[in-house]
């Protein structure tokens, strides 16, 4: 019997979706729609994401207040890759958390020490990665103690957030976030204090929690009682991108109360406004008047997200009632996007699904951003064959 099978049927989706973004770059924004569903839901082409995106551009991993003294570390994985951040005296350091003799991971979750042992036969590691000690091992043709290290990724601080480059391939980033900074700086955000900081895992693709964190548009229908008060999807304004970030302005609801304590700098507007930001593909992070909202987002699988977020602020005391309030806060609306980004994905599994169009700049600007910089990244003209297929007639 003729049976014609696509020559590889993942392969074939990562060349059409990379197609799709190649086309959206021609997209006049009064045309601007959402992302094919399967942009969500791909397996393979969140595999084509985590080697095109993840392992070659910036990522947050986590915050440097989470590490505040030399010897203090914590763990991530990231794309598959075992990740050490730990404070040596002054430097922050991004290792490769496998142990250079059979794998193992040599450190787990987060604390203190002053050198690490891999736990499975006790080879030693200093804080800069140097191999100190590897019981009943030799030197020899192929291994010498004095020359073997834990391997150190690349990584910039940039206001107190930690970023690594896996494949060392990326440029500065400092300068490409520049044009930002008029907008942050008067929160002085590498002065803040470290105060709170949690890790969850959601059932939804990792952009559509970015985009989720990016928009005004849901934030009076979703969150009509937390933050449709303060800051109602209609007040909210774009503010400009650059080729890796954008981000928009959540003004406040003129009845709304101030909201501090705020650092002095603060312009009127900037009282009574938060401004959020991406650093593309996956760090969002709000600036309040009061505190700062951060979220290092890193994929899990297709339809799962890990993230690490945290609160920073004016506020040095992480007991006091003004951060306990805060974060509280901050867990109820969360709670709301997690319920609305968990049933999305489960409505983006439909094949009846069509993209629908984005809103407005004000509202759905920074989501158009999101798809462009994808288009610009990952777009590519199907350059394949029509219809091209292995023929397994015989
Ligand atoms: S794998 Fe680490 S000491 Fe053997
Ligand atoms: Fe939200």
Same mark, same amino acid.
């Given at each position: 019997?003729?049976?014609?099978?696509?020559?590889?049927?993942?392969?074939?989706?990562?060349?059409? =979706?990379?197609?799709?973004?190649?086309?959206?770059?021609?997209?006049?924004?009064?045309?601007?729609?959402? =992302?094919?569903?399967?942009?969500?839901?791909?397996?393979?082409?969140?595999?084509?994401?985590?080697?095109?995106?993840?392992?070659?551009?910036?990522?947050?991993?986590?915050?440097?207040?989470?590490?505040?003294?030399?010897?203090?570390?914590?763990?991530?994985? =990231?794309?598959?890759?075992?990740l050490l951040i730990v404070?040596d005296?002054?430097t922050v350091r991004v290792l490769s958390?496998?142990?250079?003799?059979?794998?193992?991971?040599?450190?787990?979750?987060?604390?203190?020490?002053?050198?690490?042992?891999?736990?499975?036969?006790? $080879?030693?590691?200093?804080?800069d990665g140097r191999?100190?000690?590897?019981?009943?091992?030799?030197?020899?043709?192929?291994?010498?103690?004095?020359?073997?290290r834990l391997p150190q990724f690349a990584s910039?601080?940039?206001?107190?957030?930690?970023?690594v480059?896996?494949?060392g391939?990326?440029?500065?980033?400092?300068?490409?976030?520049?044009?930002?900074?008029?907008?942050?700086?008067?929160?002085?955000?590498?002065?803040? +204090? @470290?105060?709170?900081?949690?890790?969850?895992? $959601?059932?939804?693709?990792?952009?559509?929690?970015?985009?989720?964190?990016?928009?005004?548009?849901?934030?009076?229908?979703? +969150?009509?009682?937390?933050?449709?008060?303060?800051?109602?999807?209609?007040?909210?304004?774009?503010?400009?991108?650059?080729?890796?970030?954008?981000? /928009?302005?959540?003004? @406040?609801?003129?009845?709304?109360?101030?909201?501090?304590?705020? +650092?002095?700098?603060?312009?009127?507007?900037?009282?009574?406004?938060?401004?959020? &930001?991406?650093? /593309?593909?996956? @760090?969002?992070?709000?600036?309040?008047?009061?505190?700062?909202?951060?979220?290092?987002?890193?994929?899990?699988?297709?339809?799962?997200?890990?993230?690490? $977020?945290?609160?920073?602020?004016?506020?040095?005391?992480?007991?006091?009632?003004?951060?306990?309030? /805060?974060?509280?806060?901050?867990?109820?609306?969360?709670?709301?996007?997690?319920?609305?980004?968990?049933?999305?994905?489960?409505?983006?599994?439909? =094949?009846? &699904?069509?993209?629908?169009?984005?809103?407005?700049? +004000?509202?759905?600007?920074?989501?158009?951003?999101?798809?462009? &910089?994808?288009?610009?990244?990952? !777009?590519?003209?199907?350059?394949?064959?029509? !219809?091209?297929?292995?023929?397994?007639?015989?």
């Amino acid at each position: 019997m003729a049976e014609v099978l696509p020559q590889d049927a993942g392969a074939s989706e990562v060349r059409r =979706l990379r197609a799709e973004l190649f086309a959206l770059r021609q997209v006049p924004r009064e045309e601007a729609r959402a =992302l094919s569903a399967a942009f969500y839901t791909s397996r393979e082409y969140l595999d084509f994401e985590r080697q095109a995106l993840f392992r070659t551009q910036w990522i947050c991993i986590g915050h440097v207040g989470a590490i505040p003294t030399a010897g203090d570390y914590f763990t991530t994985e =990231l794309v598959g890759e075992q990740l050490l951040i730990v404070r040596d005296s002054s430097t922050v350091r991004v290792l490769s958390n496998v142990c250079r003799h059979r794998g193992s991971p040599v450190a787990q979750g987060a604390g203190h020490a002053p050198r690490f042992v891999c736990s499975y036969h006790g $080879w030693t590691y200093a804080l800069d990665g140097r191999l100190l000690a590897a019981p009943l091992i030799q030197d020899g043709k192929h291994f010498s103690k004095a020359s073997c290290r834990l391997p150190q990724f690349a990584s910039e601080i940039w206001q107190g957030y930690i970023f690594v480059n896996l494949d060392g391939s990326a440029g500065p980033l400092a300068p490409t976030l520049s044009p930002a900074i008029p907008f942050i700086k008067n929160y002085h955000p590498a002065d803040q +204090h @470290f105060l709170f900081e949690a890790q969850e895992v $959601w059932q939804t693709n990792w952009k559509c929690l970015v985009e989720n964190f990016m928009e005004g548009y849901h934030l009076s229908p979703l +969150h009509s009682k937390t933050l449709h008060p303060v800051t109602p999807t209609k007040l909210c304004e774009k503010l400009p991108d650059g080729d890796s970030f954008t981000g /928009y302005r959540a003004n @406040f609801h003129p009845e709304c109360p101030e909201r501090g304590p705020y +650092h002095a700098d603060l312009t009127p507007q900037e009282r009574r406004s938060d401004v959020f &930001y991406c650093v /593309y593909p996956s @760090f969002v992070v709000g600036f309040c008047p009061h505190f700062t909202l951060y979220m290092c987002i890193r994929p899990l699988t297709a339809d799962s997200v890990g993230i690490r $977020w945290g609160v920073t602020g004016i506020a040095d005391d992480p007991g006091s009632p003004v951060v306990e309030s /805060y974060v509280r806060f901050c867990k109820e609306f969360c709670a709301e996007d997690r319920m609305q980004l968990e049933r999305l994905q489960c409505g983006l599994n439909s =094949l009846s &699904y069509v993209p629908g169009p984005l809103g407005p700049d +004000h509202v759905e600007g920074t989501v158009w951003d999101i798809i462009q &910089y994808m288009a610009r990244r990952l !777009g590519q003209a199907d350059s394949a064959p029509p !219809g091209a297929s292995i023929d397994l007639r015989d």
